[in-house]
């Protein structure tokens, strides 16, 4: 799923901008870079703005996270019943995607 992807990718640079000096002084910087750019923090806070991010693709946004957590957990622990939590998790679920693609980036330059 793509929704936002570029928007959820921008969010993304900016952090590794924000966070440029850290993670040049931490040689395990890129072990831990996706928790801390997608976890450590809310990317939507307020039900109201994430009902707006969400949009008219909610149901296709909770179907997804359903998916990711079924596959990777076994059940789903996201309460799809708060928008917060569903944009949360999905900016999550998509941030893994965003930070491989750079790890692999940044191995093909090295």
């Known amino acids: 799923m793509d929704y ?3 928007e959820i ?5 900016d952090y590794i901008e924000e966070n440029k000096e850290y993670l040049e002084e931490n040689k395990h910087w890129k072990d831990d870079l996706h928790h801390h750019a997608f976890n450590e923090d809310y990317y939507i ?15 296709d946004v909770i179907n997804f996270i359903q998916d990711y957590e079924q596959d990777n957990f076994g059940k789903v622990y996201t309460d ?3 928008p917060e939590k569903i ?21 093909e330059v090295a």
Do not use: C, H, P, R
């Open 87 to 107: 944009v949360n998790m999905y900016t999550y679920i998509i941030g893994e995607e965003i930070v491989a693609d750079y790890l692999q980036k940044l191995k």
């Open 45 to 59: 806070i307020g039900t109201y703005q994430a009902k707006e991010w969400l949009g008219n693709k909610t149901i």
């Open 80 to 82: 799809l019943s708060d």
């Open 4 to 6: 936002k992807k570029e």
């Open 9 to 13: 990718k921008e969010y993304f640079n």
